[in-house]
Nanobody, 121 residues
Framework: VQLQASGGGLVQAGGSLRLSCAAS????????MAWYRQAPGKQRELVAA???????NYADSVKGRFTISRDNAKNTVYLQMNSLKPEDTAIYYC????????????????WGQGTLVTVSS
């Protein structure tokens, strides 16, 4: 299983970006898909998560500005980021809790490679 993240870049404060993360491989099902971020000198933190049932969880710092969504047919999760602030600058990582086709009795966390988001003031 692989997760491929894309969509990062440089944007001015107040701008928008949309991140995408596609999971591929022998996937039977995906439970939770999420985005984390890690800013320089800081610990990795949860930005947003979305369950297969549609429940969402957002960090307080992004509520009202970021929206997580997923396309189950494409095994892809998105993060729409609006009203970006310099403090949103970080490497953004996607993760997914996946059951693979050959091991239906377990679920494991998989991570993408990260995509850099830089917000200039």
């Amino acid at each position: 299983v692989q997760l491929q993240a894309s969509g990062g870049g440089l944007v001015q404060a107040g701008g928008s970006l949309r991140l995408s993360c596609a999971a591929s491989g022998s996937i039977f099902s995906i439970n939770v898909m999420a985005w984390y971020r890690q800013a320089p000198g800081k610990q990795r933190e949860l930005v947003a998560a979305l369950t297969s049932g549609g429940s969402t969880n957002y960090a307080d710092s992004v509520k009202g500005r970021f929206t997580i969504s997923r396309d189950n047919a494409k095994n892809t999760v998105y993060l729409q980021m609006n009203s970006l602030k310099p403090e949103d600058t970080a490497i953004y990582y996607c993760s997914a809790l996946i059951t693979i086709a050959t091991m239906l009795n377990r679920r494991d966390d998989y991570w993408g490679q990260g995509t850099l988001v830089t917000v200039s003031s």
